[in-house]
């Protein structure tokens, strides 16, 4: 029996995971739009918002807060779902009080 082993993460390693996120949401016509909404960032100000302390930690918190985006976002990028929750611990503001949506 194989036994998955949870990676640790470097900030920088948590960053790529995030950033990869990013790329994700930014580029599905359906999520995009949620995303900006549920954080109330204008799409000309992304590029700026992401230089934010907690930006990429939203980006992780978005995922894991819809278990089906989550799931395609980690089907898409070979990254389990449990690696999602362990990166955003990494980075600044990236605690667990994330918000679940149906």
Known sequence: MKVAMMQ?????GAEAIAI????????????????????????????????EPG??????QFLLAHEPTLLSFCEASGIAP???AKALR???????????SI
């Open 55 to 60: 930006f990429l930690a939203g980006v992780l």
């Open 8 to 12: 640790q993460f470097s900030t920088e």
């Open 90 to 100: 990494q980075l600044p503001l990236g605690d667990d009080s994330h918000q679940t």
């Open 20 to 51: 990869q996120a990013l790329g994700f949401v930014a580029s599905d016509p359906e999520l995009l739009p949620r995303f900006l909404s549920i954080t109330g960032i204008e799409a000309s100000a992304i590029r700026q918002a992401a230089q």
């Open 82 to 84: 449990g690696e999602i």
